[in-house]
């Protein structure tokens, strides 16, 4: 059994015969998902949907000094950030 279940070269029947089967099975989910039921989407109405806008809270001088002291790249005034490698 553990055997079988190691990596080997295929050969290009059993390539075709795995094509041709992951197809079918593709095929036969998406037939299963076009018979369930239909279920509408959910929508909540609401009076007041936007809050108010103020002045913002007061400036926490410790806070600031906390997240300045965790980065890991900074200069006087802002936290130098990287952008994410994954982006181009």
Do not use: H, Q, Y
């Not at 609401?46 to 000094?65: A, H, P, S, T, Y």
Request: glycine residues 4%; hydrophobic residues 35%.
């Amino acid at each position: 059994m553990a055997s079988e279940m190691m990596w080997r070269k295929l050969s290009d029947a059993e390539r075709e015969k795995i094509k041709k089967d992951s197809k079918e099975l593709i095929l036969a989910f998406g037939d299963t998902l076009e018979k369930l039921p239909k279920v509408p989407e959910a929508v909540v109405e609401r009076e007041e949907f936007e809050r108010n806008e103020g002045n913002g809270n007061e400036k926490d001088r410790e806070f600031r000094e906390l997240i300045f002291k965790n980065a890991p790249k900074k200069n006087s005034e802002c936290i130098i950030a990287e952008k994410g490698k994954w982006v181009e």
